[in-house]
C-alpha cells in the first residue's frame, strides 16, 4: 500500500464513520511529509464545496502560509471532479494521484456525468500530471458506505 | 443600478481596499433578501480556492443551514472560472447574473485562458442561465484595483 494514498483512505473511513458525506479523502504531500488533510464534509458542515481535495488544500496552505503548493503532490481516493480539478490548478499542484475514478463513482451514486459533459477535461492541454494508484483499496471505502444504511443520500 | 450587483461591487470595492486578492465580489439572493456576500480573498487568506463566488455560497449555506441553494440566485461582478462555475453546480443555484467577462478579467492580468482551455464550457448542456448586467460599474473596480501600486500581484 502506498503511504499517502494508505492516509487518505484514512480520510475517506473518518468520513464515512461520522457521516460527513460521500466516501472521499485527500492528504497533501510536501517533502515527504503530509501538509493537510481532508474529507468530504458536504453533510456535515453543510458547505456543497467541502471536497476532500478543497479541504486539504485549504487545510494545507493554512498549515504553509501561502496560496501556492505548487511542490506539493495530492493523493485523492476518487479522480477530482471539476470543481477540485480547477482548484488543484489554482493551488498550482501539478502532481496528482488518485484511487477510483468518476465511474466507480457513479456507481455508489455520486454521478458528475453532467458537470462532466459541461466541462469535459482536455488533458492533452492540462497541465497537472494525474496517476491513477490502489483503486482496489479506495473500492473497499466505496462499499462501507453504501452498507451504511443510515447515510444521508445526496 | 441593479440593487444585487451594486452590493456584489460593494465587496469587490471593499476586497481591492482591503488588498485581500482579485477585484471580485458576489452576493447569493433568496426571497429578495441577501443571504451570503463574499470577495475574492485568495492573498488575505492564502486560499487559492476564495474566490468570491465561492466565500458567498459558502457563507449563505452557513446562513441557511442548508448545501442545496437551488431558489438563490447569485450576483458576481465577473463571470465565474470554472473552480466556481462547479461549485455554482454543486450548490445547484441555477441563476447567475454575472457583471465582465473572461476578457475583461484578462485585461487586468487575471488570464484564466489555460484553464478554460482545459475545462472549456458547453452552455448548451448547462442548467445554470448565465446573464450580463451592469458590466460599465464592474469595469470601475476593476480600474481602482489597476491603479493600486501597492496590491500584490498573483
Same mark, same amino acid.
Given at each position: 500500500?502506498?503511504?499517502?494514498?494508505?492516509?487518505?483512505?484514512?480520510?475517506?473511513?473518518? $468520513?464515512?464513520?461520522?457521516?460527513?458525506?460521500?466516501?472521499? $479523502? /485527500?492528504?497533501?504531500? !510536501?517533502?515527504? /511529509?503530509?501538509? $493537510?488533510? $481532508?474529507?468530504? *464534509?458536504? %453533510?456535515?458542515t453543510?458547505?456543497?464545496?467541502?471536497? /476532500?481535495? %478543497?479541504?486539504?488544500?485549504?487545510?494545507?496552505?493554512?498549515n504553509?502560509?501561502?496560496?501556492? =503548493?505548487?511542490d !506539493?503532490?495530492?493523493?485523492?481516493t @476518487?479522480?477530482? @471532479?471539476?470543481? @477540485?480539478?480547477?482548484a488543484?490548478?489554482?493551488?498550482?499542484?501539478?502532481?496528482?494521484?488518485?484511487? !477510483?475514478?468518476?465511474?466507480? /463513482?457513479?456507481? %455508489?451514486?455520486?454521478?458528475? *456525468? %453532467? #458537470?462532466?459533459?459541461? =466541462?469535459?477535461?482536455?488533458?492533452d =492541454?492540462?497541465?497537472? *500530471?494525474?496517476?491513477?494508484?490502489?483503486?482496489?483499496? !479506495? #473500492?473497499?471505502?466505496?462499499k #462501507?458506505?453504501?452498507?451504511?444504511?443510515?447515510?444521508?443520500?445526496?
Open positions: 500500500m502506498d503511504p499517502f494514498m494508505g492516509e487518505a483512505i484514512s480520510e475517506a473511513r473518518l $468520513g464515512v464513520e461520522n457521516r460527513d458525506g460521500g466516501p472521499f $479523502g /485527500a492528504v497533501i504531500v !510536501c517533502n515527504g /511529509a503530509i501538509v $493537510g488533510r $481532508g474529507h468530504n *464534509k458536504v %453533510i456535515g453543510n458547505d456543497p464545496t467541502a471536497h /476532500a481535495e %478543497i479541504n486539504a488544500i485549504r487545510e494545507a496552505c493554512k504553509l502560509g501561502k496560496f501556492d =503548493l505548487s !506539493c503532490s495530492l493523493y485523492t @476518487c479522480e477530482p @471532479c471539476p470543481m @477540485c480539478y480547477a488543484i490548478h489554482w493551488a498550482r499542484i501539478t502532481d496528482v494521484y488518485y484511487g !477510483c475514478d468518476r465511474y466507480d /463513482a457513479a456507481h %455508489i451514486g455520486f454521478d458528475d *456525468k %453532467i #458537470l462532466y459533459d459541461i =466541462l469535459p477535461r482536455q488533458d =492541454l492540462a497541465s497537472v *500530471k494525474l496517476t491513477q494508484l490502489e483503486r482496489d483499496s !479506495c #473500492l473497499e471505502v466505496f #462501507l458506505y453504501e452498507m451504511d444504511e443510515k447515510r444521508t443520500l445526496y
